[in-house]
C-alpha cells in the first residue's frame, strides 16, 4: 500500500525557515516524479514544486522560485521541502504528492503537513 | 503559465440530479501527438486530502463510481456526476498538466 507521510510542519516567525519531509513506503519511491502542494486554510490548492526521479530536474511555481527548494534521499524513501524567509501567505498544509507514471497525474497523495508563519 | 477557471464556484444540487461543473484553461492542453488532453479532476472531501477522479479529460480513476464522467477538448472540460449522492458533497478542482501545473480555484457541490 503506498503512504506518504509528512513531518516537520509547525509554527514559525516571518523571515525564519523550515524544512518538511515526506516519508514514502509502498512504491519504488527512486522511480517516480515527486511533488509538494499547498492548500491555504480555507483556500484551494496550490502547485508548489516536483522533482524528478533521480533529484536532478527540479521545478518550481514562480511565486515561490528562490525561497523554496525541493530535494529528495532516495536511500532514505524521503522527500523534502526547505523553506526560507517565510511569509505569513505561506501558511497552509503542505501536502506531498506521487505522479503516476502513465498518466502522470497526482495519484498519491500524503494527509499534509500544517505550516503556521506567524509572529 | 496555462490558467485554469472553473464555474461556477459553488452549486447546490439535489439528491439523485445531475452536477455539472466547468473548467477552462487559458491554452490548449490538448497533446496533439497522442491525442489527449491532459486534464484531470479531483474531489476534495472535508479534512482529506484531494483524489483523483478522472485523467485525460475523460477517463475514469479506478474504483471511481460511474456517475463521475469528464468530457472536453482544447481548453473547455466537464466533470459531470449524473445522479448526485450525499457522499459526493465536496469540493472539485480540475488540473492541467500539460504544461507544467495548474489547478483550477475549486467548485464546492452542496446538497440542495
Known amino acids: 500500500e503506498v503512504q506518504l507521510v509528512e513531518s516537520g510542519g509547525g509554527l514559525v516567525q516571518p523571515g525564519g525557515s523550515l524544512r518538511l519531509s515526506c516519508s514514502a513506503s509502498?512504491?519504488?519511491?527512486?522511480?517516480?516524479?515527486m511533488h509538494w502542494v499547498r492548500q491555504a486554510p480555507g483556500k484551494g490548492l496550490e502547485y508548489v514544486s516536483a522533482i524528478s526521479a533521480d533529484g536532478g530536474s527540479t521545478y518550481y511555481a514562480d511565486s515561490l522560485k528562490g525561497r523554496f527548494t525541493i530535494s529528495r534521499d532516495n536511500s532514505k524513501n524521503t522527500l523534502y521541502l526547505q523553506m526560507s524567509s517565510l511569509r505569513v501567505e505561506d501558511t497552509a498544509v503542505y501536502y506531498c504528492v506521487k505522479v503516476d507514471a502513465v498518466a502522470g497525474v497526482f495519484d498519491y497523495w500524503g494527509r499534509g503537513t500544517l505550516v503556521t508563519v506567524s509572529s | 503559465d496555462i490558467v485554469m477557471t472553473q464555474s461556477p464556484d459553488s452549486l447546490a444540487v439535489s439528491l439523485g440530479e445531475r452536477a455539472t461543473i466547468n473548467c477552462r484553461s487559458s491554452?490548449?492542453?490538448?497533446?496533439?501527438?497522442?491525442?489527449?488532453?491532459?486534464l484531470a479532476w479531483y474531489q476534495q472531501k472535508p479534512g482529506q486530502p484531494p483524489k483523483v477522479l478522472i485523467y485525460w479529460a475523460s477517463t475514469r480513476e479506478s474504483g471511481v463510481p460511474d456517475r463521475f464522467s469528464g468530457s472536453g477538448s482544447g481548453t473547455d472540460f466537464t466533470l459531470t456526476i449524473s445522479s448526485l449522492q450525499a457522499e459526493d458533497v465536496a469540493v472539485y478542482y480540475c488540473q492541467q498538466y500539460y504544461s507544467s501545473w495548474t489547478f483550477g480555484q475549486g467548485t464546492k457541490v452542496e446538497i440542495k
Open positions: 509502498g512504491f519504488t519511491f527512486s522511480s517516480y516524479v
Open positions: 491554452q490548449s492542453v490538448l497533446y496533439r501527438s497522442n491525442n489527449k488532453n491532459y
